[in-house]
């Protein structure tokens, strides 16, 4: 996860934007979760390392249907009340008046290189950032496209719930004055939605705010903030600066809420992270004490859903189904066994199609009434017979054709036949 990969995900998807992380899709965000289905777990790859130095690999999935057997069916979705972590997060331009809160931004250049370096600190009512420091080209005048932007955490040292981030824009970015961003991160409940390989979240619900033992993870998230805001500024631009940038061409929403959602995106993948880091495969035996403490799990349930075909055993629908069913597959035996009880019993001439002389004793030219009838017995007498094909020079009678001035006469019954 990067600062460069999370902002071109947001200018490329925007409302319909899917963040991947470790194999799995979420839709827009993670929300701070994990999943909960195992076919939705992600990636197959061992973990070679869980908690903090953990960078990607299988994570292990607690869940199990409460069923006596799988159910497959053409497909499955599932909805799952999940716990998650994410924040309240309000950005606004700083006050010059309130003295809590100020930013000041510092450069030099080294002209020999061409090089431009900023120094950047910020204070707040719970400190200040510490300095930062960054190493940028050196911006020609009327550049608008390439600029910094600095962005700092405040306080550097953690000791609360809460955080401050603190940015300002300058040269292609100085439309961003200085601004804050007052981050309180949560916990809540998420209802979760597994579906088509994609993973979507719900409005929170119970939302409670972080506690005072919670204060490693509010410092694990704002160090995570701090590293991916410090690394995101290149020599030429910053990501971030490039999706206000944007924003600021076609502006659907106001630049404090753009950054709202980014950084909240950002605080959300850091908790997923997170559990991910202590709930890789190996984490059991690697963290004896974590694993032993059941208050530090929660319990959770879902449905599955199943598409399949047929019908519900819960409806009468099914009984006139079943009906209907029957009555066609009665129809067909029935149909069957009659025509075979017919062959069997059947008296009077069988018309063969494919027999040539059934045919010439059935054409219009006539000629050949006086032969055996269709039996099978008759039509091997029939066989037998020298026919002629000669013009008939009298009065058409009874078989002759009334196309044709041609007709079959009878020779003999000893060879076979010749036409």
Not at 135 to 155: E, H, M, N, R, S
Not at 232 to 241: E, F
Request: glycine share 8%; aromatic share 10%; with cysteine.
């Amino acid at each position: 996860m990067s600062g460069i990969s999370a902002s071109r995900s947001a200018v490329a998807g925007g409302d319909d934007s899917v963040f991947a992380f470790n194999g799995v899709s979420y839709s827009k965000s993670s929300n701070g979760i994990v999943p909960a289905v195992k076919e939705y777990a992600g990636t197959s790859s061992t973990a070679n390392n869980v908690g903090l130095e953990y960078y990607g690999g299988k994570v292990a999935v607690n869940t199990v249907p409460d069923l006596d057997r799988e159910h497959s069916g053409l497909a499955r979705t599932y909805n799952v009340t999940q716990q998650g972590l994410s924040a309240h997060i309000t950005c606004s331009a700083l006050d010059p008046n309130d003295p809590q809160y100020s930013i000041s931004l510092e450069n030099s250049t080294l002209d020999s290189y061409e090089i431009m370096f900023w120094n950047m600190i910020a204070k707040c009512p719970l400190g200040d950032s510490g300095p930062s420091t960054w190493a940028t080209a050196d911006f020609q005048k009327g550049d608008d496209t390439d600029g910094f932007l600095g962005i700092v955490i405040c306080p550097g040292t953690a000791n609360a719930t809460s955080f401050d981030i603190f940015l300002q824009g300058k040269w292609g970015y100085s439309s961003l004055g200085k601004t804050v961003c007052k981050v309180a991160p949560y916990v809540a409940s998420f209802d979760v939605m597994y579906n088509n390989g994609n993973i979507s979240v719900d409005q929170p619900r119970y939302i409670q705010p972080l506690q005072n033992t919670s204060i490693n993870v509010t410092t694990f998230i704002s160090n995570v903030v701090w590293e991916l805001s410090f690394s995101s500024q290149t020599t030429y631009n910053n990501p971030l600066g490039q999706l206000l940038q944007l924003n600021g061409i076609n502006p659907t929403r106001s630049v404090h809420e753009v950054l709202e959602d980014y950084f909240r995106g950002v605080v959300e993948f850091s908790a997923t992270y997170l559990r991910s880091a202590y709930s890789a495969e190996g984490a059991v035996t690697a963290m004896p004490a974590l694993y032993s403490d059941q208050s530090a799990f929660k319990s959770l349930n879902g449905t599955m859903s199943v598409m399949t075909y047929g019908w519900s055993s819960e409806h009468l629908t099914y009984i006139y189904i079943l009906g209907v069913l029957t009555v066609i597959w009665a129809v067909t035996i029935s149909a069957a066994a009659y025509s075979l009880i017919q062959r069997r019993t059947q008296s009077h001439p069988l018309f063969d199609a494919a027999n040539p002389v059934h045919l010439m004793m059935a054409s219009s030219a006539g000629g050949l009434e006086n032969l055996a009838g269709f039996h099978p017995d008759d039509a091997t007498s029939s066989e037998r017979v020298r026919v002629r094909l000669e013009p008939d020079c009298g009065n058409p009678g009874e078989g002759a054709s009334s196309g044709s001035r041609m007709r079959f006469k009878v020779e003999s019954a000893q060879a076979t036949i010749s036409m």
